[in-house]
């Protein structure tokens, strides 16, 4: 799942994308994939694993 976001994130991303856009489209994807992001904040780009 980690490679398939990134991959996506690379072909999604242009110089015009904001940090917005960007989080928005992978919290989006996530779900879509049938996840659910576990952070309280609901950060994307690290892990919440000890």
Do not use: A, W
Not at 8 to 31: A, P
């Amino acid at each position: 799942m980690e490679d398939r976001l990134h991959q996506e994130l690379l072909k999604y991303v242009t110089v015009e994308t904001t940090f917005e856009d960007l989080y928005f489209h992978m919290n989006h994807l996530i779900k879509e994939y049938g996840f659910i992001n576990l952070d309280f904040l609901g950060n994307l780009g690290h892990s919440i694993v000890n």
